[in-house]
């Protein structure tokens, strides 16, 4: 789905997440409780609201309060029972708490979607210590500390019902890709990949599926902050153009649904083809990979 043509970094707002369409009924996460991280964001909000369009009942977490509240309200006013949480995902006992308020609001949780994540460009050579634990820790300790906390709830709660099916979705990005300007991301990401498919074996026994999306490069305002020699490669993929935040949300929706009751371990690729032919370069190309590489 493209995004608007008069701004092609436009992510939508609350009232047209509400109207698009989407290929799912009504009731397909009907009675389920979903808890999205980085609940707020351009993604965050079109996971949330497509979840409650299609019954969902959502515990919204994220580090703003306001940003939380605001959205709660607009769901609140359509139906939705909503839970909101405050927390970074890099400190674990916040995460453990969100968890349990889930577990003590709604008296079980289902599905645990890791979307919370954040980046910045930069040469390798100049990202601090500081900036590189950062990205790592959000991006993938993030993942660890959610899994790992709604896991052992859901260990602790036992075997599941014949109806339920516990699961985690973790929002990630291309993996195997070289580029230039996101090395701390591209290493925390490979590592929630591969975390992800290792867990979706340990935790089987617990009727866990773990599953990852990896995200191209979708229509979002921050896109805006790159720099201008970043763009031209936003689209660089077979589909020639930018993805959707609705695409992602509804990639969730199918790993989360019982459309995957037997998906467990898989890295769903929503990004256009990027993945198999495409170049992404958030400095902007070097000049090194222009032209012809032999004389």
Known sequence: MAAPSNNPYHSHTFAELHELPTVYRDDALAGRVVLVTGAAGGIGSAISVLCARLGASLVLCGRTAASLDELAGKLRSRGTEVITRTATV???????????????????????????????????????????????????????????????????????????DRCVVNISTIIGNGGAGIAHTAAARAGQINLTRYLAVEWAPLHIRANAIAVGVVASEGLATYPEAARAS????????????????????????????????????????????GEYWPLGRPDYFEGAPYP
């Open 234 to 277: 936003f689209g660089h993929n077979p589909m020639r153009r930018l993805g959707d935040v609705w695409d992602v949300a509804q990639g969730v929706v199918y790993l989360a649904a019982p459309s995957a009751a037997f998906i467990t371990g898989t890295t769903l690729e929503i990004t256009g083809g990027e993945h198999v032919w």
């Open 90 to 164: 890099r400190d674990p006992e916040q995460v453990a708490a969100v968890v349990d308020a889930a577990w003590e609001h709604f008296g079980h949780l289902d599905v645990v979607v890791n979307n919370a994540g954040g980046q910045f460009s930069a040469p390798a050579l100049d990202i601090s210590p500081k900036g590189w634990h950062a990205v790592v820790e959000t991006n993938l300790y993030g993942s660890w500390f959610m899994m790992q906390a709604a896991a052992r709830r859901w260990a602790e709660a036992g075997e599941p019902g014949a109806t339920e």
